[in-house]
């Protein structure tokens, strides 16, 4: 009884290490509450249909490939470098710190012979994603010598390597390295994966698909927020107008009339130029709040 208990529930890979801290404040904003306690690779959540397992995001395809866990985050330059069969439940692209966009990219010491892939021809290419690597240098029909890098990888070129495929968000390490990319071997964002077994499962395609709703709705409000405010007869059309285009607002007549409440979502950037003009279209009472999901 207790191991069918076990098998109903949704087992969940968080990635730890960077990707760690955003991920649980994204399940946060989604409304589940994760805590994670020292060593503890088991952390709890506010979910009694959920198990969690932290696992390093370079392994969790893998992971999720075999079925030690049902669902799973990791970058989907890890999904292709373990080459997991696995099922894409979304793009979980965020504007947070390790949620956006990363390259991996192939880069060489300033001033270096090298221009082009081509120039590599048996040289030696450190990367942490040796798979990835590889497949790229033989699209490219180029042979080299290819060594696992277990880190500070931008150091290398020149001395420990001819050039490197290192992973970079900004390219700030790039930089400060002196390093010149020659070409772009993959961006990738981080993807909610499933594994296949499970996600033929009705029950646990059903939870997954909850799950997936609810990460999305924090992401989409990521970067919004919610404006309501007064509007008094005859300035409706004025108000309206200031409005970014595609806004679609709530408009609700004011108790006892004088005027009518309007409400609407939008990109918080466009909030601190839009205000003043409202007030000065005729709008009073504005208050701006936040918001953890925008859902449908």
């Given at each position: 009884?207790?191991q069918?208990?076990?098998?109903?529930?949704?087992?969940?890979?968080?990635?730890k290490?960077?990707?760690?801290?955003?991920?649980?404040d994204?399940?946060?904003?989604?409304?589940?509450?994760?805590?994670?306690?020292?060593?503890?690779?088991?952390?709890?959540?506010?979910?009694?249909?959920?198990?969690?397992?932290?696992?390093?995001?370079?392994?969790?395809?893998?992971?999720v490939?075999?079925?030690?866990?049902?669902?799973?985050?990791?970058?989907?330059d890890?999904?292709?470098?373990?080459?997991?069969?696995?099922?894409?439940?979304?793009?979980?692209?965020?504007?947070?710190?390790?949620?956006?966009?990363?390259?991996?990219?192939?880069?060489?010491?300033?001033?270096?012979?090298?221009?082009s892939?081509?120039?590599?021809?048996?040289?030696?290419?450190?990367?942490?994603?040796?798979?990835?690597?590889?497949?790229?240098?033989s699209?490219?029909?180029v042979?080299?010598?290819?060594?696992?890098?277990?880190?500070?990888?931008?150091v290398?070129?020149?001395?420990?390597?001819?050039?490197?495929?290192?992973?970079?968000?900004?390219?700030?390490?790039?930089?400060?390295?002196?390093?010149?990319?020659?070409?772009?071997?993959?961006?990738?964002?981080?993807?909610?994966?499933?594994?296949?077994?499970?996600?033929?499962?009705?029950?646990?395609r059903?939870?997954?698909?909850?799950l997936?709703?609810?990460?999305?709705?924090?992401?989409?409000?990521?970067?919004r927020?919610?404006?309501?405010?007064?509007?008094?007869d005859?300035?409706?059309?004025?108000?309206?107008?200031?409005?970014?285009?595609?806004?679609?607002?709530?408009?609700?007549?004011?108790?006892?009339?004088?005027?009518?409440?309007?409400?609407?979502?939008?990109?918080?950037?466009?909030?601190?130029?839009?205000?003043?003009?409202?007030?000065?279209a005729?709008?009073?009472g504005?208050?701006?709040?936040?918001?953890?999901?925008?859902?449908?």
């Amino acid at each position: 009884m207790i191991q069918d208990m076990e098998d109903a529930l949704l087992k969940l890979g968080l990635p730890k290490g960077s990707l760690q801290d955003t991920t649980i404040d994204l399940f946060r904003r989604a409304g589940y509450n994760i805590q994670v306690s020292g060593r503890n690779y088991f952390p709890k959540i506010n979910d009694d249909e959920i198990s969690c397992l932290m696992v390093r995001a370079q392994e969790m395809a893998r992971y999720v490939e075999q079925g030690v866990m049902d669902v799973g985050i990791t970058g989907i330059d890890w999904v292709q470098e373990n080459g997991a069969d696995v099922v894409e439940l979304a793009d979980l692209k965020a504007p947070w710190s390790n949620y956006r966009p990363v390259r991996w990219v192939l880069a060489v010491k300033h001033g270096s012979p090298f221009k082009s892939v081509k120039d590599l021809q048996g040289k030696r290419i450190a990367a942490e994603a040796i798979g990835l690597t590889k497949k790229y240098f033989s699209e490219n029909g180029v042979d080299a010598d290819f060594e696992f890098s277990w880190g500070a990888t931008e150091v290398k070129p020149p001395v420990l390597a001819d050039a490197i495929v290192d992973v970079s968000e900004t390219g700030s390490s790039l930089r400060a390295n002196n390093l010149d990319v020659l070409a772009v071997l993959l961006e990738s964002t981080p993807r909610l994966i499933a594994n296949k077994a499970a996600y033929a499962d009705p029950a646990k395609r059903k939870k997954m698909e909850h799950l997936k709703m609810l990460l999305l709705g924090a992401i989409e409000a990521a970067d919004r927020v919610g404006l309501m405010m007064n509007v008094p007869d005859g300035k409706l059309d004025k108000v309206l107008s200031l409005l970014p285009e595609g806004s679609t607002p709530t408009v609700s007549p004011l108790h006892g009339g004088g005027g009518v409440d309007l409400n609407l979502v939008i990109r918080e950037k466009l909030v601190r130029d839009l205000i003043p003009n409202l007030i000065s279209a005729g709008a009073t009472g504005i208050v701006e709040y936040p918001l953890n999901k925008v859902v449908g």
